[in-house]
């Protein structure tokens, strides 16, 4: 009999990253291969077309002088300006930047935006600096990328360890980078600001509420209630909060979360609020939460629910623990969580994976939507937004499934195949220059 115990599991979970390029690419080659995508067009969409590694010094409170390495990738703007965010983890280097670049663009082709793909950050562990480093850091590290950015150029936004704040302190920068008349039309440089800095209203909600429509608009497909469906969540910062935050609301029932310190679980269900509430006081991390069971960490993708959100980090479903999972949906709210042999095994076992490009790309249609704002000096209500991001994401959710059902292919490869065939349209129209 589970009792509740004192120990806490206080050891950070290691998180691979190594081969996510292999990942992407292997999706790549299988969405491209379905559709007979030209050859000529593949070479274009297997590469990346910059790569920007800087390295610059910053001074620390002690007085010291600490130098950190930073990356963005810009994988293709066939659509449109680079977009996509910026994570603060030790993990980031090239390879991780190359894929999850990749994945933007195929993000934001599918969502049918104007927009191509980038990403970035720096390798830094975020807890081990203060406030008043972390926004010397971000300063120095937008001054570094200040020719390689802007608002019709490249666009970043949150990701990983990086939030409003964080955007906040890049706009100033940046803007304070350019001569005087233009700085007040360079503040959509980047998304994801505070609402009282050009933010937009909804945005922080933008990517889990994207997670919980997918998750919602599959039960409508199936016919099936989401009232006392059981969900288990892999990270708890913004986008899984949300996500379980409107589940929670619809009658879900979450009854695992895991986060980078330990595991928690509770068959009858875990409050979705009085856990954000916990965690907030204890250092953003759900361990030690007395209403739950601790889980040990390997089981946590074994525990006894329907739907599965993983939205922490990539590689977290591999070939080691995917023949343990019991869901019957994967809805994937972060990028690239789900390796292509762990892929191989869920669709064997027939669980439906609601891939990452399409299930998290609420954020991106949010940035879209505060982009714009920006551009055109409007500012949009709460509820304008909310209704905006349910009719975009609702769209894109309708075309990869009527897709997959049509072409008899995974979920997945019909986004890509969606994704690949716009931009291919476009280079078709265009040509290549010279």
């Given amino acids: 009999m589970e009792t509740l115990t004192k120990e806490r599991n206080k050891k950070s979970k290691k998180i691979p990253v190594r081969g996510m390029m292999d990942n992407v690419m292997e999706q790549f080659e299988s969405a491209a291969n379905h559709i007979k995508l030209h050859p000529n067009i593949k070479k274009i969409l297997s590469i990346t077309n910059n ?38 983890h030790p993990t980031v280097d090239i390879d991780a930047a190359r894929a999850l670049a990749m994945w933007m663009t195929w993000k934001t082709s599918l969502a049918g935006l104007p927009y191509g793909g980038g990403k970035g950050g720096i390798k830094l562990d975020p807890s081990k600096y203060s406030q008043g480093e972390l926004e010397r850091i971000t300063r120095r590290f937008t001054f570094a990328l200040a020719d390689n950015i802007g608002p019709e150029h490249d666009i970043p936004a949150p990701d990983v360890n990086t939030n409003s704040q964080t955007m906040a302190w890049m706009a100033d920068t940046y803007m304070s980078t350019r001569p005087p008349a233009e700085r007040t039309a360079n503040q959509h440089v980047v998304t994801g600001k505070p609402a009282g800095s050009g933010g937009l209203e909804g945005r922080d909600r ?6 919980y429509l997918s998750i919602k608009f599959w039960a409508e497909k199936n016919n099936e209630s989401l009232i006392d469906k059981r969900f288990i969540v892999q990270g708890f910062g913004n986008v899984g909060y949300w996500a379980a935050h409107f589940l929670e609301k619809d009658g879900a029932k979450m009854v695992a979360v895991q986060d980078a310190f330990g595991s928690i679980r509770k068959a009858e269900g875990i409050n979705v609020e ?10 953003d991390s759900v361990v030690g939460y007395p209403e739950a069971f601790d889980l040990d960490n390997e089981k946590f993708f074994a525990t006894e629910c329907d739907i599965c959100i993983p939205a922490a980090l990539g590689n977290q479903i591999t070939k080691d623990n995917a023949p343990v999972i019991k869901a019957t949906l994967i809805a994937e709210g972060a990028n690239g969580p789900t390796n292509v042999e762990g892929e191989k095994i869920l669709l064997e076992k027939g669980i439906t994976i609601i891939p990452d490009i399409l299930c998290n790309s609420g954020g991106v249609v949010g940035s879209y939507f505060e982009w714009l704002q920006n551009r055109n000096g409007e500012l949009w209500q709460l509820d304008e937004v909310m209704a905006k991001l349910h009719k975009k994401l609702k769209e894109s ?10 072409e008899s292919i995974d979920m997945r490869t019909a986004a890509y195949c969606i994704a690949i065939e716009r931009i291919e349209k476009a280079y078709v129209q265009r040509g290549i220059f010279p």
Wanted: hydrophobic share 30%; glycine share 10%; proline share 3%.
């Fill in 274 to 283: 009085n856990l954000l509430s916990y965690s907030k006081t204890n250092k």
């Fill in 206 to 211: 933008a990517t889990g509420y994207g997670v």
């Fill in 397 to 406: 959710f309708e075309k990869v499934y009527e897709y997959a059902k049509c």
């Fill in 51 to 88: 790569e920007i590694i800087v390295n610059f010094p910053v001074k620390m409170d002690n007085g010291e002088v600490e130098i950190f390495t930073g990356y963005r990738v810009q994988h293709n703007n066939a659509l449109g300006p680079y977009k996509g965010g910026l994570r603060y």
